[in-house]
């Protein structure tokens, strides 16, 4: 079993940054690819970001790419998303989630309870 808690997020105005972290619990969070997704109001959860369980490999949604980052520490079993150059759409609340190596929310096992992120233009 792994709990999942995000934190870092907030309110910016666009062009501005923001650093996510989501902290597990549990002995085996290096045995799992960890991800991000978000969802905005009146939207379907989509894909943000995932990393491999060593932090090897990453894969991000077209969105997104050049513009967040997603990295892992697995001494402090802590994966974090790092948003630059935000845009209002990018507001929505962002989940971690851990599972597999995958672009695909169901093929994670384990979630977060969300973190809200708005960006205002």
């Known amino acids: 079993q792994v709990q999942l808690v995000e934190s870092g997020g907030g309110s910016v105005q666009a062009g501005g940054s923001l650093r996510l972290s989501c902290t597990a619990s549990?002995?085996?969070?290096?045995?799992?690819?960890m991800g991000w997704f978000r969802q905005a109001p009146g939207k379907e959860r989509e894909f943000v970001a995932t990393?491999?369980?060593?932090?090897?490999?990453?894969y991000y949604a077209d969105s997104v790419k050049g513009r967040f980052t997603i990295s892992r520490d697995n001494a402090k079993n802590t994966v974090y998303l790092q948003m630059n150059s935000l845009k209002p759409e990018d507001t929505a609340v962002y989940y971690c989630?851990?599972?597999?190596?995958?672009?695909?929310?169901?093929?994670?096992?384990?979630w977060g309870q969300g973190t809200q992120v708005t960006v205002s233009s």
């Open positions: 990393i491999s369980w060593g932090g090897s490999n990453t």
């Open positions: 989630a851990a599972g597999a190596y995958i672009n695909k929310a169901n093929e994670y096992d384990y």
């Open positions: 549990g002995s085996t969070f290096s045995r799992y690819a």
